[in-house]
């Protein structure tokens, strides 16, 4: 189930080893940001109301920039979580007008490359971040 976002789901999230990696690379402060820009988003829950993980996108003028934090738990049922970010992400894209969308997965990362190629985008090309190399995906 997905309810409205709010900044403090963050950190009731109990992140996945993805975002833990992530966290270790590039510093505690990674998710800080995402409290704190606006954009639409929204955290997914367990029966018991419990965050799994949240997403959404951040748009600046007319550019999107999509962002996920999971759990282990939220990528273990896939189907799930794609038909959640899936609808809202239709959502979005009719609601606020946009020249594109990015987001970017670590490199090598097939989970996040086959979900994000799912949803619609294309490899645009790939950057390094600190010690850490990504791909850029566009929609």
Known sequence: MTIPFHPGHLAAVELGAEERM???????????????LQGPAWSLTDDSERILGCFG????DREGVL???????????????HRAAKRHLDWVERTFPTDRILTAVRDRFDPGRRWIRR???????????????????VK
Do not use: K
């Not at 992530?22 to 704190?36: P, R, T, Y």
């Not at 962002?67 to 979580?81: F, K, N, Q, T």
């Not at 949803?119 to 995906?137: P, V």
């Open 22 to 36: 992530e966290c270790a690379l590039l510093g505690s402060g990674l998710f800080s940001a995402l409290a704190e």
């Open 67 to 81: 962002w996920a934090v999971l759990s282990d738990e939220a990528r273990a049922s896939p189907i799930g979580l």
């Open 119 to 137: 949803l619609g985008f294309t490899h645009d090309g790939d950057f390094q971040l600190g010690n850490a190399r990504y791909e850029r995906y």
């Open 57 to 60: 996108m951040l748009v600046v």
